[in-house]
């Protein structure tokens, strides 16, 4: 990974004319990012894993060796020799890493023991994982050595193998070297309660082989024993300074080769990177500070003076789903420390400050359980907190700060160690005016992403402060927003986009505004989203209707109102779903989705859903998707209310409704909320005197709650609530923005909403009122329709010259039963003439 | 009468709905032809998405960014001139393009 930092800083710096560039790597890979090792369980393709623009490894100045490990350095004569062939060099740099440390017990390397390292590590062990299971007959009882940081990885990759998992820890808490007592309790309490067994204060004396050889039982110090059936050590690692000592470089006594801050080596000509130098008193195991002395070489080696002084060690991760993080002084090492601590044993939360001893700094912290304060703590550290820091402990703490009060010299991304001064730059100086850009310019929210929050706040300051508006046009060709587009077609009664264009608007459209249009005049209720001028407007989406995938194809959703479907139901979409081969995967929606379903075969499909008595589900929409709803009254000891009737009615009655953006709804029949419908744009909660009505919520990238927005209504002013709440807001939202946001940016907020809707404040009650009826009332299936309609139909051929001719590029491989994309490796295997092998483990 | 070299009919005009692609077969490779609306002309560029890899560019919307001919990629919204083949959002990427015409009512492209 440090490697192929270098090799990016000496491209970007334009070296690659001046140098020829070779690197020599003994796996078989392009380099690839070691940190995400785990998500190789859940993709199972190491291609994902490969780090930055594969075009650095085929530019004329840079070599890629692969499968080519150096096996000697001859300083004196300037070569190194891998493969038996000796290639000379001006300057060499190590960035040999470091390798797993398997400690000094008696059976260690039986069949069954692994470490975590690389891509071939996982590999393995999955394998092995998965063929034990099969020969066992049972779950396959797994160990892990190590209860740090990596070895909480390891075990979260063998419970979601299936594996019962144990973690053997030496010291007397869980990720020793980053967490107090405290911390490493709160993480135990967490992770036994999905299930890990948690050893601590315990060493492991020997490993034992079964009758067939392979690893089956753990010997533990005390005498006490386990079964185990696969283990890995995860208990640190070691600089690869070996070949470093075998050329005479100097070498710190506990490995590492010894260098100083312009990272150079005993020999002048020999730089070390990464994991395997010691530099500025240690040896750095994190990848932020490698990326860092890569940058310090790349500069030295074009004549510049760079040095490495240290480096932020702050870290956050996510292990088994909880969130660690740790940052500064995180042990309260500074004389006189204080440590402010909160703890909730029951919802499984630690946090703690460490400040000054006069209280004002602050100098670092703790966080297990929930590190959301994470990003706005550690670019204050050396910083005051200002008021009272138990607000930033305490579950609904005090904001974050405003970006505006950083300082330009904290570090806002610490995996690549750049400042908050060098984003506002990237903005003032260098003209950046959006996120992609000020990524690619800094490299800031590059690596792990947990800081592009703060990121984008410090571009919006910067760009209001420059003066930049942020215009609410839509786009090139309306100097509106689309608030202001939707009055003018509604006052105006424009019905065409062109007319629209010619009157208001300029050039010929764009996908940004025409897709607005088209909803807009779909919102209105003018015609069919396939009628004459509107089927140029259509997103592919729309255009089709139905779900665009990866591969070109689409996926079909048929409505289930409320989530109730019948047993015949069930079986036509099954039948459907056969007949076609359809990959065939229930949604967070209460309903069915149908992939892999070619553009020309979507009206042969929907000819069987609509004589089954289906229909559209706008699954493809910004529109109305699903009312959620719990079983309620009906059947659930606990319901109060129909929950599903009402589900049903409402569902029924906002279907196909077009919409800024898509829109959930949900209906619970008990405060219990098993609906979830506290995270739709609109909820409804039933009590025993009728229904709480909560709106603004959703889940997605930025999740929100909703709020309460009525109490006890009756059905009849619930629907009236939310039918006037609805038009309001299709009326006045911005483009794609959800109901939580246009919540915000409403003058008055909510309660200005709720003004409207119960106090009719702006005397359009019966308008919105009339809006909704109207749409109720001209509602009709858009997928029925088109069936009826040959021109409609004319569209969907896969070819104008060949209608019926599939794509010849798609290709699939089966997955646990059913068809899936195959991707890039396999598509090459598939178009040579080979075959795939089915997968049919049914892990991950 | 002679064939005019080098030019293969892909579609009546009227196969055609203005402002919107369709996919063509052109000597076994998929090319996206559009109609535009304003200027009556017809272009024809790769359906090959470069940058998803997947055959859909017929299937983006036409527009404009100033005074160009554009398509965006319906996967991911990248905006391509339809004259040039170029990407407006990246200019390292480029769509392969077709001369496209229509003669006597059929639109014709040559590879």
Same mark, same amino acid.
């Given at each position: 990974?440090?490697?192929?930092?270098?090799?990016?800083?000496?491209?970007?710096?334009?070296?690659?004319?001046?140098?020829?560039?070779?690197?020599?790597?003994?796996?078989?890979?392009?380099?690839?990012?070691?940190?995400?090792?785990? =998500?190789?369980?859940?993709?199972?393709?190491?291609?994902?894993?490969?780090?930055?623009?594969?075009?650095?490894?085929?530019?004329?100045?840079?070599?890629?060796?692969?499968?080519?490990?150096?096996?000697?350095?001859?300083?004196?004569?300037?070569?190194?020799?891998?493969?038996?062939?000796?290639?000379?060099?001006?300057?060499?740099?190590?960035?040999?890493?470091?390798?797993?440390?398997?400690?000094?017990?008696?059976?260690?390397?039986?069949?069954?023991?692994?470490?975590?390292?690389?891509?071939?590590?996982?590999?393995?062990?999955?394998?092995?994982?998965?063929?034990?299971?099969?020969?066992?007959?049972?779950?396959?009882?797994?160990?892990?050595?190590?209860?740090?940081?990596?070895?909480?990885?390891?075990?979260?990759?063998?419970?979601?193998?299936?594996?019962?998992?144990?973690?053997?820890?030496?010291?007397?808490?869980?990720?020793?070297?980053?967490?107090?007592?405290?911390?490493?309790?709160?993480?135990?309490?967490?992770?036994?309660?999905?299930?890990?067994?948690?050893?601590?204060?315990?060493?492991?004396?020997?490993?034992?082989?079964?009758?067939?050889?392979?690893?089956?039982?753990?010997?533990?110090?005390?005498?006490?024993?386990?079964?185990?059936?696969?283990?890995?050590? /995860?208990?640190?690692?070691?600089?690869?300074?070996?070949?470093?000592?075998?050329?005479?470089?100097?070498?710190?006594?506990?490995?590492?080769?010894?260098?100083?801050?312009?990272?150079?080596? =005993?020999?002048?000509?020999?730089?070390?990177?990464?994991?395997?130098?010691?530099?500025?008193?240690?040896?750095?195991?994190?990848?932020?500070?490698?990326?860092?002395?890569?940058?310090?070489?790349?500069?030295?080696?074009?004549?510049?003076?760079?040095?490495?002084?240290?480096?932020?060690?702050?870290?956050?991760?996510?292990?088994?789903?909880?969130?660690?993080?740790?940052?500064?002084?995180?042990?309260?090492?500074?004389?006189?420390?204080?440590?402010?601590?909160?703890?909730?044993?029951?919802?499984?939360?630690?946090?703690?400050?460490?400040?000054?001893?006069?209280?004002?700094?602050?100098?670092?912290?703790?966080?297990?359980?929930?590190? =959301?304060?994470?990003?706005?703590?550690?670019?204050?550290?050396?910083?005051?907190?200002?008021?009272?820091?138990?607000?930033?402990?305490?579950?609904?703490?005090?904001?974050?700060?405003?970006?505006?009060?950083?300082?330009?010299?904290?570090?806002?991304?610490?995996?690549?160690?750049?400042?908050?001064?060098?984003?506002?730059?990237?903005?003032?100086?260098?003209?950046?005016?959006?996120?992609?850009?000020?990524?690619?310019?800094?490299?800031?929210?590059?690596?792990?992403?947990?800081?592009?929050?703060?990121?984008?706040?410090?571009?919006?300051?910067?760009?209001?402060?420059?003066?930049?508006?942020?215009?609410?046009?839509?786009?090139?060709?309306?100097?509106?927003?689309?608030?202001?587009?939707?009055?003018?077609?509604?006052?105006?009664?424009?019905?065409?986009?062109?007319?629209?264009?010619?009157?208001?608007?300029?050039?010929?459209?764009?996908?940004?505004?025409?897709?607005?249009?088209?909803?807009?005049?779909?919102?209105?209720?003018?015609?069919?989203?396939?009628?004459?001028?509107?089927?140029?407007?259509?997103?592919?989406? @729309?255009?089709?209707? /139905?779900?665009?995938?990866?591969?070109?194809?689409?996926?079909?959703?048929?409505?289930?109102?409320?989530?109730?479907?019948?047993?015949?139901?069930?079986?036509?979409?099954?039948?459907?779903?056969?007949?076609?081969?359809?990959?065939?995967?229930?949604?967070?929606?209460?309903?069915?989705?149908?992939?892999?379903?070619?553009?020309?075969?979507?009206?042969?499909?929907?000819?069987?859903?609509?004589? /089954?008595?289906?229909?559209?589900?706008?699954?493809?929409?910004?529109?109305?998707?699903?009312?959620?709803?719990?079983?309620?009254?009906?059947?659930?000891?606990?319901?109060?209310?129909?929950?599903?009737?009402?589900?049903?009615?409402?569902?029924?009655?906002?279907?196909?409704?077009?919409?800024?953006?898509?829109?959930?709804?949900?209906?619970?029949?008990?405060?219990?909320?098993?609906?979830?419908?506290?995270?739709?744009?609109?909820?409804?909660?039933?009590?025993?005197?009728?229904?709480?009505?909560?709106?603004?919520?959703?889940?997605?990238?930025?999740?929100?709650?909703?709020?309460?927005?009525?109490?006890?209504?009756?059905?009849?002013?619930?629907?009236?609530?939310?039918?006037?709440?609805?038009?309001?807001?299709?009326?006045?939202?911005?483009?794609?923005?959800?109901?939580?946001?246009?919540?915000?940016?409403?003058?008055?907020?909510?309660?200005?909403?709720?003004?409207?809707?119960?106090?009719?404040?702006?005397?359009?009650?019966?308008?919105? @009122?009339?809006?909704?009826?109207?749409?109720?009332?001209?509602?009709?299936?858009?997928?029925?329709?088109?069936?009826?309609?040959?021109?409609?139909?004319?569209?969907?051929?896969?070819?104008?010259?060949?209608?019926?001719?599939?794509?010849?590029?798609?290709?699939?491989?089966?997955?646990?039963?059913?068809?899936?994309?195959?991707?890039?490796?396999?598509?090459?295997?598939?178009?040579?003439?080979?075959?795939?092998?089915?997968?049919?483990?049914?892990?991950? | 009468?002679?064939?005019?070299?080098?030019?293969?009919?892909?579609?009546?005009?009227?196969?055609?709905?203005?402002?919107?692609?369709?996919?063509?077969?052109?000597?076994?490779?998929?090319?996206?032809?559009?109609?535009?609306?304003?200027?009556?002309?017809?272009?024809?560029?790769?359906?090959?998405?470069?940058?998803?890899?997947?055959?859909?560019?017929?299937?983006?919307?036409?527009?404009?960014?100033?005074?160009?001919?554009?398509?965006?990629?319906?996967?991911?919204?990248?905006?391509?001139?339809?004259?040039?083949?170029?990407?407006?959002?990246?200019?390292?990427?480029?769509?392969?393009?077709?001369?496209?015409?229509?003669?006597?009512?059929?639109?014709?492209?040559?590879?």
């Amino acid at each position: 990974m440090v490697a192929q930092r270098l090799v990016e800083a000496l491209v970007e710096r334009g070296a690659d004319t001046e140098w020829d560039i070779a690197v020599f790597g003994e796996e078989s890979r392009r380099p690839y990012d070691r940190v995400a090792l785990t =998500s190789y369980f859940a993709d199972l393709d190491p291609d994902n894993l490969l780090l930055g623009d594969p075009g650095l490894w085929t530019r004329p100045g840079v070599r890629l060796h692969r499968d080519t490990p150096v096996t000697a350095i001859d300083p004196a004569r300037r070569t190194v020799t891998a493969r038996g062939t000796a290639h000379g060099y001006d300057a060499l740099v190590l960035a040999t890493g470091s390798y797993a440390t398997v400690p000094p017990v008696e059976g260690s390397d039986l069949p069954g023991c692994f470490v975590y390292r690389t891509v071939d590590d996982v590999a393995g062990l999955r394998t092995w994982v998965l063929r034990r299971q099969e020969q066992l007959g049972r779950p396959v009882r797994g160990a892990v050595v190590g209860g740090g940081l990596l070895g909480l990885e390891a075990a979260g990759a063998l419970t979601a193998l299936g594996a019962t998992t144990t973690v053997v820890e030496f010291a007397d808490r869980l990720m020793p070297v980053q967490l107090d007592q405290g911390g490493g309790a709160a993480l135990r309490r967490i992770v036994e309660g999905l299930d890990v067994t948690v050893r601590t204060s315990t060493a492991t004396s020997s490993l034992r082989a079964g009758r067939d050889g392979n690893v089956a039982r753990m010997v533990f110090a005390d005498g006490d024993t386990v079964g185990v059936d696969v283990v890995v050590f /995860a208990t640190g690692v070691r600089p690869r300074d070996e070949l470093a000592r075998a050329a005479g470089l100097a070498v710190h006594e506990r490995g590492g080769v010894l260098a100083g801050s312009d990272c150079r080596t =005993s020999d002048p000509d020999v730089f070390a990177v990464g994991e395997v130098a010691h530099v500025a008193g240690r040896v750095w195991g994190l990848v932020g500070p490698g990326y860092a002395m890569a940058e310090v070489v790349a500069d030295r080696l074009v004549g510049g003076a760079a040095t490495f002084t240290g480096a932020d060690l702050s870290t956050k991760l996510k292990l088994l789903g909880v969130d660690v993080a740790s940052f500064g002084d995180a042990f309260a090492a500074t004389a006189g420390s204080l440590e402010v601590v909160y703890a909730d044993p029951v919802a499984g939360v630690y946090k703690k400050l460490v400040l000054s001893d006069d209280a004002s700094t602050l100098l670092g912290g703790m966080l297990v359980g929930d590190a =959301s304060a994470y990003t706005g703590l550690r670019p204050m550290v050396g910083g005051s907190l200002g008021g009272d820091p138990t607000g930033w402990l305490l579950p609904d703490g005090v904001e974050p700060p405003s970006s505006t009060e950083l300082p330009d010299a904290a570090t806002v991304c610490s995996c690549n160690n750049v400042t908050a001064g060098t984003i506002r730059r990237a903005v003032t100086d260098q003209g950046r005016t959006d996120l992609a850009g000020v990524k690619a310019c800094t490299k800031a929210g590059t690596s792990c992403g947990s800081c592009v929050p703060l990121v984008k706040r410090l571009l919006n300051a910067e760009l209001a402060r420059a003066g930049v508006e942020v215009s609410d046009n839509l786009c090139e060709h309306f100097a509106h927003s689309r608030a202001r587009l939707f009055d003018i077609v509604r006052v105006s009664g424009i019905t065409t986009f062109s007319e629209l264009l010619d009157r208001h608007g300029r050039g010929r459209g764009c996908d940004i505004c025409r897709p607005v249009a088209a909803s807009i005049l779909a919102s209105l209720g003018h015609g069919h989203v396939l009628d004459g001028e509107n089927a140029a407007l259509q997103d592919t989406n @729309d255009h089709v209707m /139905a779900n665009l995938q990866k591969d070109g194809t689409y996926s079909v959703v048929p409505r289930i109102p409320g989530g109730e479907i019948t047993p015949e139901g069930l079986i036509a979409i099954g039948e459907v779903a056969r007949d076609f081969d359809l990959y065939t995967k229930i949604t967070g929606g209460q309903r069915i989705d149908l992939f892999g379903a070619r553009i020309e075969q979507l009206p042969a499909i929907w000819s069987r859903l609509v004589d /089954a008595g289906f229909e559209s589900g706008h699954a493809y929409g910004k529109s109305l998707r699903t009312v959620k709803s719990c079983v309620g009254q009906s059947w659930c000891r606990y319901g109060v209310q129909d929950s599903v009737g009402l589900a049903i009615a409402l569902e029924l009655r906002y279907r196909g409704l077009r919409s800024p953006h898509k829109l959930k709804l949900g209906v619970s029949g008990c405060a219990r909320e098993c609906a979830e419908a506290r995270g739709k744009d609109v909820g409804v909660i039933a009590t025993d005197r009728g229904w709480n009505l909560y709106v603004g919520g959703n889940g997605g990238f930025t999740p929100r709650h909703a709020v309460l927005f009525a109490e006890d209504l009756s059905t009849e002013d619930l629907v009236q609530a939310i039918d006037r709440f609805l038009i309001y807001y299709i009326r006045t939202a911005d483009r794609l923005q959800r109901t939580a946001p246009w919540l915000e940016s409403v003058e008055g907020g909510v309660d200005a909403v709720r003004a409207v809707v119960f106090d009719d404040s702006l005397g359009i009650a019966a308008d919105l @009122d009339a809006a909704m009826s109207a749409h109720v009332g001209g509602y009709e299936d858009e997928w029925a329709a088109t069936l009826r309609d040959p021109e409609k139909l004319g569209g969907f051929s896969s070819f104008v010259n060949a209608a019926d001719e599939p794509d010849p590029d798609l290709a699939y491989v089966r997955e646990r039963g059913q068809k899936r994309p195959a991707t890039r490796a396999e598509r090459a295997v598939l178009i040579a003439g080979g075959s795939l092998p089915v997968r049919t483990a049914g892990v991950l | 009468m002679s064939e005019r070299v080098g030019w293969r009919r892909v579609c009546a005009v009227g196969d055609l709905v203005p402002d919107r692609g369709r996919a063509a077969l052109v000597d076994d490779e998929q090319v996206a032809v559009f109609l535009l609306a304003d200027t009556g002309r017809v272009h024809a560029v790769a359906h090959l998405d470069p940058f998803s890899g997947a055959n859909v560019m017929a299937r983006g919307l036409v527009g404009t960014r100033g005074e160009r001919p554009t398509v965006a990629s319906p996967m991911h919204k990248q905006v391509f001139d339809l004259r040039t083949g170029e990407c407006l959002d990246d200019p390292t990427v480029r769509l392969r393009v077709w001369p496209a015409r229509v003669t006597d009512g059929w639109v014709e492209v040559r590879p």
